[in-house]
């Protein structure tokens, strides 16, 4: 009763709420360029990073307690319990896994693994060049996939080398993301989380290597100069600008006011890849719907490189069970005289809630602050397809009580969306800290891959994959590593995980993506695995174009063989709108048919076709023969040549001049009518420049 009477009240509210179409502010800010870093140059330091992990105690007034609280809720509300059901329909094939590396760095010929932060922070991007960019909590690695080697001299570079910074400060939570369309990659992290010091670190790579230089600029963590820094940043790239979001927090107070909203950066991007001294952007805030704010705006990715308008979602994701996903859509660039943000709220069909902490060996699950930290609900990852808008979160699984995926479609995001969506869990494992990525070989496809995080009681954590096809069905689990050992780095039984999953596909390679998440080692501690996922659909639309023999006339007949895709196929000729067969007839000799396939998905491809000569087997050809009423003779020519043709009765005598024309070099065709001739048997004679090029018997029937 309880929880349709929640039912009730938010279905209740979301339509009382979507009456307020939102608010915000907005100005122009010109940043400037801080430094120029070049990674050869980069000595060794000891690169010191203090921070405080140690979870707050129920009870406390930060924004980590009251999550503590609302996990103690969706305990009581969801218990965990053993089921063999999954909501998730599970039928498509299972990915492949490619090529595969852990992070590690050698010393002395020997390998050691880089053990990641408390909480990881993984975060990644690969070059079409194929070079792999890795971040972890406070510093990076670059690899190599064509030589299966580190980058960077000594294998990482800190975060505060990056930024040029000193021992005092504090530099964390890094974003990573290669653009495709100027082959280049940006990295965004943040320095410090006091309001005198905060700010947002943007490095824009001069080339695609990241071992050469970057420019550095930074934004004020404390934008509105109001007490406040900048925390949990996410990025995205459209053609002119890079996009970043962050959550402003107000220190020392409690979690109902320690929240004073998210804000949007949107940032001349080709400027900050040349190294100009100042950028243009665009600085969003106080975006808010029905008077409260919006917390945690993911901006959108495009499925295959940079997005061609930036949408934003988010949720309310401190709630035990909502249904309300927020599209946010930015409309100009950076250097347009105006932009525009618009706000909207829409229901999903399936509800998201708290999730759980994932369970390890050692976790105490009366205790709701033990095992592997979940967060909340916040949407961690978007890709954009085509008009429709795929992205995934943690959530509650109602049917195990057990940390589980959400995973939601935005269909027609560009003028009526609706929201559907899924929940993927497992009856033993919890799942944490989703990415999504597009894994299509087409771009009517709108398979993807969702990779994360596991855990369970009996299954150390460990980075897994499933793939979603193009028909909504999802693979079983695919493991990529397993983990070796519990996590164990903080006192009792509370440990980080996540907080985020690096994701993207290699767009040079479609149907391939790479991940990088977050694993155990047999030493308890942490460390990051990334690895190519192959999608299972490796069929791509494609069609043979068949000839009949007879190649001129205009009696050519013409068909298609079609694989890949999805059958049955339609076709559709745009020179025979009646005909729906993969043939076509009647096409004469050069000219050009086009027709368009389309599979069972809906997705198609057209081509052009054309009437062509099946090369000649002898000097000439000659049909139909016998013939009725109407007669070709083909040839070829090795130069332009005056052409005499005759035909005989089979006595030698003439019957009739057919042509005396110059012809061009090449295959050249004599057709003639025949109704002239009586029945009976012929000889056709034809010279070319005097010399005799054809001499055959030709015989006409009743």
């Not at 194929?130 to 800190?158: K, P, Q, R």
């Not at 709220?345 to 399936?350: I, Y």
């Not at 005909?579 to 048919?593: F, M, P, Q």
């Not at 005396?660 to 065709?669: I, V």
Request: aromatic share 10%.
């Amino acid at each position: 009763m309880k929880i349709l009477l929640l039912l009730t009240f938010l279905t209740l509210f979301n339509t009382i709420f979507s009456q307020d179409k939102g608010s915000f502010k907005s100005k122009k800010i010109a940043i400037t360029k801080e430094n120029v870093v070049n990674p050869k140059s980069i000595p060794e330091t000891y690169d010191p990073n203090l921070i405080n992990h140690e979870a707050p105690l129920p009870g406390g007034e930060s924004i980590k307690s009251y999550i503590l609280e609302q996990k103690s809720k969706i305990k009581k509300l969801y218990p965990s319990k053993k089921t063999t059901k999954d909501k998730a329909k599970k039928i498509a094939s299972s990915p492949l896994v490619g090529q595969s590396f852990p992070l590690e760095r050698e010393i002395n010929g020997n390998p050691y693994p880089i053990y990641g932060g408390i909480p990881n922070d993984n975060t990644m991007a690969v070059s079409d060049s194929g070079l792999v960019l890795l971040g972890v909590n406070s510093v990076i690695y670059a690899y190599d996939l064509n030589t299966e080697s580190v980058v960077f001299t000594n294998a990482t570079l800190s975060l505060q080398s990056m930024a040029a910074g000193s021992s005092s400060e504090n530099y964390y939570d890094p974003k990573i993301i290669y653009d495709k369309e100027a082959d280049r990659f940006i990295l965004v992290f943040l320095k410090d989380n006091a309001p005198a010091t905060s700010k947002i670190i943007i490095c824009f790579s001069t080339t695609n290597n990241p071992n050469d230089a970057w420019n550095v600029y930074s934004l004020p963590g404390n934008p509105l100069n109001n007490n406040r820094w900048t925390d949990f940043p996410a990025i995205s790239v459209t053609d002119a600008d890079l996009f970043i979001t962050g959550n402003l927090i107000v220190p020392n107070v409690s979690w109902q006011i320690g929240f004073d909203g998210s804000v949007i950066w949107q940032i001349e991007k080709q400027k900050g890849y040349n190294g100009d001294a100042t950028l243009n952007s665009v600085f969003y805030d106080d975006i808010k719907y029905g008077g409260n704010f919006i917390r945690n705006l993911h901006p959108v990715q495009g499925a295959d490189g940079a997005v061609d308008e930036l949408f934003l979602l988010s949720n309310r994701n401190f709630d035990l069970a909502n249904d309300s996903v927020f599209v946010l859509h930015v409309e100009g660039a950076s250097t347009d005289a105006t932009t525009s943000l618009s706000i909207d709220v829409f229901q999903s069909d399936v509800m998201y809630g708290m999730p759980p902490n994932g369970r390890q060996f050692d976790t105490d699950t009366s205790d709701v602050t033990s095992g592997l930290q979940t967060n909340d609900a916040r949407v961690l990852g978007a890709i954009k397809i085509g008009d429709n808008v795929q992205f995934v979160s943690n959530t509650v699984n109602p049917l195990t009580g057990y940390s589980a995926i959400y995973h939601g479609t935005v269909a027609s995001i560009n003028s009526q969306p609706s929201i559907t969506a899924n929940i993927i869990g497992d009856v033993t494992k919890d799942y944490g800290y989703p990415n999504i990525a597009w894994t299509g070989n087409e771009p009517c496809d709108i398979e993807t891959m969702i990779s994360f995080n596991y855990t369970s009681f009996t299954d150390f954590p460990g980075i897994s994959c499933i793939y979603h096809d193009n028909y909504g069905d999802y693979s079983d689990e695919k493991v990529i590593v397993s983990g070796e050992n519990y996590i164990d780095r903080l006192s009792g039984t509370y440990e980080r995980w996540g907080d985020y999953f690096g994701l993207q596909r290699y767009y040079k390679k479609p149907g391939s993506v790479f991940s990088f998440g977050y694993y155990a080692l047999s030493n308890r501690r942490n460390s990051g695995y990334c690895a190519e996922l192959i999608s299972p659909d490796s069929s791509t639309l494609t069609a043979v174009i068949n000839r009949t023999n007879q190649a001129s006339m205009c009696k050519q007949d013409i068909s298609l063989t079609v694989s890949g895709g999805f059958p049955p196929y339609s076709f559709n000729w745009k020179n025979d709108v009646t005909n729906s067969s993969n043939t076509t007839t009647n096409v004469c000799l050069g000219d050009s048919v086009e027709v368009e396939i389309t599979d069972s998905r809906g997705c198609f491809m057209t081509t052009l076709v054309y009437g062509e000569t099946i090369a000649l087997e002898g000097e000439s050809k000659i049909y139909p023969n016998p013939f009725v009423n109407r007669f070709a003779v083909q040839f070829n020519l090795d130069t332009d040549s005056e052409i005499i043709a005759k035909i005989y009765d089979v006595s030698g005598k003439i019957v009739t001049d057919l042509i005396k024309r110059t012809a061009k070099e090449g295959l050249n065709e004599l057709v003639f009518s025949t109704l002239p001739l009586n029945a009976g048997n012929y000889v056709l004679k034809i010279e070319a420049n005097g010399k005799e090029i054809v001499n055959q018997k030709i015989v006409k029937n009743e």
